[in-house]
């Protein structure tokens, strides 16, 4: 069955690609001249990129504004991108292959993203590479999961991919984190289970008509929990630490989904 607007999605995507090469130049020369705008201007090109989209984003809890912090999230689109840069002043973390894709690779680079080899005995040296973004400062934004999700459950994190938590940027304990992404309206209306795949992008999905039937249909809203901060020196191991992170993201993500908030919870319990 086919959703959303050809029209609309005409003018999106063609107000999107427009937009985003006019950036790409200013953004590369920020780069090549090592300039403070190339850490600022991300955050304006997502935040009107989220406008150009149609994507009302809700954010609650009190984001870190450590300097850095490592924001671990759950990720089911390629959307999480556009509105977590609306948000935080940081780098992703993404899989090797990104940096090869057409366009969206080009973009990932001038974000500055850094790019894994997600496989465990790559786990030394995709530490290195985050350590040393970490160590000049750099927030970054990690997906644990190492794949996205359908929308409607947060995968298990994988432990490994937290190792960069141990290191001591500017020999303090690295900020940690958990932050929910959740797709919960369209138009004003709850998103069902059965409708939440029109904007999760999973499994074996061709982007280009996933992009196109989403870029049609209404405005989007997307809450984004950011979640007491820890560090590795709040828990035992580092596994636990990964499991405390996935069991706050994936209660954020459920409680979002079913329209209340912590807030409201804790009033529940204490009722």
Not at 32 to 43: G, H, Q
Not at 166 to 185: C, H
Request: proline share 5%; aromatic share 8%; hydrophobic share 45%.
């Amino acid at each position: 069955m086919a959703f959303g607007s050809p029209l609309t999605a005409g003018l999106r995507l063609s107000a999107y690609i427009a937009f985003t090469l006019m950036i790409m130049p200013a953004q590369g020369l920020a780069l090549a001249l090592r300039s403070p705008l190339a850490r600022t201007i991300p955050l304006w090109y997502h935040r009107r990129c989220c406008r150009i989209l149609g994507f009302r984003v809700e954010r609650r809890g009190r984001q870190s504004r450590h300097k850095p912090t490592l924001f671990v999230a759950n990720h089911s689109s390629y959307l999480d991108i556009t509105v977590l840069g609306s948000l935080i002043q940081g780098s992703f973390v993404a899989k090797a292959e990104v940096a090869g894709w057409f366009f969206f690779g080009w973009l990932a680079k001038l974000q500055r993203t850094v790019f894994v080899e997600r496989q465990a005995r790559r786990s030394a040296a995709q530490r290195d590479a985050m350590s040393r973004r970490l160590d000049d400062g750099d927030s970054l934004i990690l997906f644990p999961e190492g794949t996205s999700d359908d929308g409607n459950r947060v995968l298990p994190f994988k432990s490994a991919l937290l190792s960069v938590a141990e290191r001591r940027p500017q020999g303090e304990p690295l900020i940690v984190q958990p932050v929910s992404v959740a797709y919960t309206r369209l138009d004003g209306l709850p998103l069902g289970r059965s409708l939440r795949p029109l904007f999760a992008w999973y499994g074996d999905m061709e982007l280009a008509p996933h992009l196109w039937q989403l870029a049609g249909l209404g405005r989007l809203t997307v809450v984004v929990h950011f979640h007491q901060p820890v560090s590795l020196e709040d828990f035992a191991s580092r596994k636990q630490l990964s499991n405390h992170c996935r069991d706050k993201v994936a209660q954020g993500v459920a409680l979002a989904l079913s329209g209340r908030s912590l807030a409201s919870l804790r009033k529940a319990k204490a009722a």
